[in-house]
């Protein structure tokens, strides 16, 4: 997540665009639900050590238009090709420096009810991104595994996104949204994103959530955290438009954010490493936003 809230930056809302496509959100009956599946730490581990050990050989960073960048993006499509998942590279331009948002479409389900998970894959220069975002990107990469190998399948279609230059602003993000026709955006019903969803600092235990509270999003991602006992509070004023949200936002399409804390101590810093993350808080993180994704996707 770009920009730290700890010098008290933070962007307010962003009233939808004239135009814009605006949609609503319901759950199908319960019954008719496919659940989603479980995934573990085992499946989020391997690639935070692979983003590690990518940033480790590339001068500590993963940054947009570096090589460590290149590299992530690289190991990512490796595994989702590896599954047979089929992807696109979408390049874009930021900085002077060309790049690619990476795109997964997992085979079934209703085209034209798209369902998006998705979080950045590039850190800020001066380190190696593991909890910001690599604790995200993890996560939308083992649901997308995950998604793949269940032999059941929600009503709806499943997309996950990995966005290049986020720490730039939300660069690669907004590239692709914009560049979609409006056809296209028709068929995006939902986008969920994961941003910073590693560790908890300061004693803090309640997870974040930024969008439109009380949605069915909203709902739904807040009623499975405290199910599971677990607190929350609304972020949506100090998220801002200061992640991958902001594009589809400003395109009317219904969103929700998670974050497990907005002021972690390795903020945008060298030691943002595969150290700081819990394995525990990763691994819900993955697990309430796939409940959410399959709830949405029916």
């Known amino acids: 997540m770009r920009t730290s809230i700890k010098v008290g930056i933070g962007l307010s809302a962003v009233a939808l665009v004239a135009g814009a496509t605006v949609h609503t959100v319901q759950f199908g009956p319960v019954a008719t639900q496919v659940a989603a599946p479980t995934v573990a730490w085992t499946d989020i581990q391997p690639t935070l050590q692979q983003l590690q050990s990518i940033a480790d050989q590339n001068g500590g960073t993963r940054a947009h238009g570096t ?14 090709d590896a599954a047979q998942i089929p992807t696109k590279l979408v390049p874009f331009t930021a900085g002077g420096k060309t790049a690619n948002n990476l795109i ?3 085979p079934g389900g209703d ?32 649901v997308a595994l995950a998604a793949a190998k269940s032999p ?21 993000s907004a590239a692709w949204v914009n560049a979609q026709p409006a056809t296209e955006l028709a068929k995006i019903k939902n986008y969920i994103n994961v941003d910073m969803v590693g560790a908890f600092d300061h004693g803090n235990q309640t997870w974040g959530l930024y969008g439109k509270k009380g949605d069915a ?30 594009a589809f936002k400003r395109k009317g399409i219904p969103w929700v954010g998670l974050v497990s804390d907005t002021v972690p101590a390795c903020y945008h810093q060298a030691c943002d490493k595969i150290n700081t993350v819990i394995p525990d808080v990763n691994t819900f993180a993955a697990n309430a936003t796939a409940d959410l994704l399959y709830k949405l996707a029916g």
Do not use: C
């Open 104 to 106: 997964a479409d997992v």
């Open 111 to 142: 085209e034209n009810a798209v369902s998006m998970f998705g979080g950045h894959l590039d850190s800020v220069t001066a380190g190696p991104g593991i909890n910001d975002n690599g604790s995200g990107a993890a996560a939308v990469l083992a």
């Open 217 to 246: 999003l909203w709902t739904g991602l807040d009623g499975y955290i405290k199910g599971q006992g677990k607190q929350t509070k609304d972020v949506t004023s100090e998220a801002g438009d200061r992640s991958d949200h902001a």
């Open 152 to 172: 059941t399948k929600p009503k709806g279609h499943l997309r996950f996104a990995f966005w290049g230059a986020e720490e730039l602003g939300d660069l690669g």
């Open 67 to 80: 090589n460590g960048y290149t590299a992530s993006v690289t190991y990512i499509k490796g595994q989702l």
